[in-house]
């Protein structure tokens, strides 16, 4: 079983992930869309002021039986090893 302090934090990032994932999507695309350099660069900056665990890569997918990191099987939501448990 992973510790409670991991599972906790992971938690904590998909909250943070939740609650700025509108402002995020608006500000790539406007990176990505805007008519100028310099309408670009700022939503660069806005996005880089945004919380380090505001970014979706940062999640870890987790056992949701124990919150084992490894073997985590998506199909599923469980790792491998609880996996052949329930089998």
Known sequence: MAS???IAANKRRER?????????AGLKELARTAPTLEERM????????LP????????????????RPR????????SRVRFRGLA
């Open 52 to 67: 380090r665990d505001a970014s979706p890569v940062r999640l870890r997918n987790r056992d949701s039986v124990d919150g």
């Open 4 to 6: 409670t302090a991991k």
């Open 71 to 78: 073997g985590y099987l998506r199909k599923a939501g469980v």
């Open 16 to 24: 943070t992930v939740a609650r700025y994932a509108a402002r995020r």
């Open 42 to 49: 700022d939503a660069l900056k806005q996005l880089q002021k």
